[in-house]
DNA sequence: GTCTACCAACCAACTGGTCAGTTGATTTCT
DNA sequence: AGAAATCAACTGACCAGTTGGTTGGTAGAC
């Protein structure tokens, strides 16, 4: 058993990100997380400070993550959220990581990284709306919103559905791309 | 000071509501809820049986106000999803309360009651597409899936986009209500 | 090469406080 | 009198965070 201070750390990032996707910060037991990495209890609060600074890196760790791998197109809306979809098919805890941050952290704490880039994409959508790449029907704000949940709509479905859900994922993945496609079908002025 | 089983229990329904919305299951502390409930602990065992049941508690009294407040209608989806919106525009906390049991309530232990109400629209949804009266390019599952979505895609943001987000309610309600209008608008069906 | 002094990595065991749930007695109403 | 409503005080388990000490790698003297 070697000393490595460095693979320590993300034995205990992985076991934390684990642990705090399943039951949130509240639920989460450091117990647990020590256990599950392999080591005391201990190097946890010497790497991490306390259990809430561990969550802040293991919800800045996914952050960066998504953010590298998803990417933003302005251009291009629809496959957009398709990577979106792809992302939380292919990492479900994330998407509980972001719903649990979205509910136990207090209003205050943003991150800047987030704020960042939601201004950029903001800032890239209204400007292809000037250059009529895309419709301004939606305003950018109101388009990021709307392609964030239906990127995520079936993840976020009451369980109460179960077996009425498609299992194929492409078949899934589909309806997104479409809903998204319909957003952006300019219609008529009139009502 | 008068005694009322029937008020003490409300009291301590409300208080439990507040305080389940505010911190989910793992977070909410029993101890708050009887304080804020004015009466002691004692009562609140005596009356829901331990923490856990007090959730099922306010959680079913929430969905059984919910669907008897929106209602459902297959011929007119955008005014359903504006009402969706509306619902939870009115009571925050009851959308954190689903969100909570969505992440916190093991897979096993489903709502009979919202099992019947989906079984239900989606059969309606089936006939409304049969008879015409609704476009079939999305399936029945699918369109409840996007419309519950898109309804509370504002309330599901992440909290980062802050002073992006339209403050005029009506305004955002129309974003649904619209958004919703165009997944329901027919396209041709060549790509 | 190997000895040694040093420090980073590591941990078992503890602490003080908090939590869900219980008990046995008291009050109030009929 | 008796039943239902109420509560102060208790219990045992658990939990986040700490402490004081041990272990293992390694840099430099010789």
New interface residues.
């Given amino acids: 058993m070697q000393r490595d201070a460095g693979r320590t750390r993300k034995r205990i990032l992985e076991a934390a990100t684990e642990e705090f996707a399943a039951?949130?910060?509240?639920?989460a037991r450091v117990n647990r997380i020590a256990e599950e990495a392999g080591c005391n209890k201990a190097m946890l609060y010497a790497y991490y400070g306390n259990k809430d600074q561990l969550f802040d890196a293991v919800f800045t760790a996914y952050v960066d993550a998504y953010l590298e791998e998803v990417g933003f197109d302005a251009d291009d809306l629809p496959s957009y959220a398709g990577r979106v979809f792809d992302y939380f098919e292919e990492h479900p805890g994330h998407l509980?990581l972001?719903?649990?941050?979205?509910?136990?952290?207090p209003?205050g704490a943003?991150?800047e990284a987030?704020?960042a880039v939601?201004a950029d994409r903001?800032a890239a959508l209204e400007r292809a709306q000037a250059d009529g790449v895309i419709p301004a029907?939606?305003?950018p704000?109101?388009l990021?919103?709307?392609i964030?949940?239906?990127a995520?709509?079936?993840s976020?479905?009451?369980?109460?559905?179960?077996s009425?859900?498609?299992a194929d994922r492409a078949h899934r993945r589909r309806?997104v791309v479409?809903?998204v496609e319909?957003?952006l079908?300019s219609?008529d002025a009139g009502a």
Avoid: H
């Fill in positions: 039951l949130g910060i509240a639920g509980r972001a719903t649990w941050y979205r509910l136990e952290r209003q943003r991150l987030v704020l939601n903001l029907d939606f305003s704000v109101e990021l919103s709307l964030q949940s239906i995520t709509s079936w976020t479905m009451n369980p109460e559905y179960g009425a859900v498609p309806t479409d809903a319909r957003l079908t219609r």
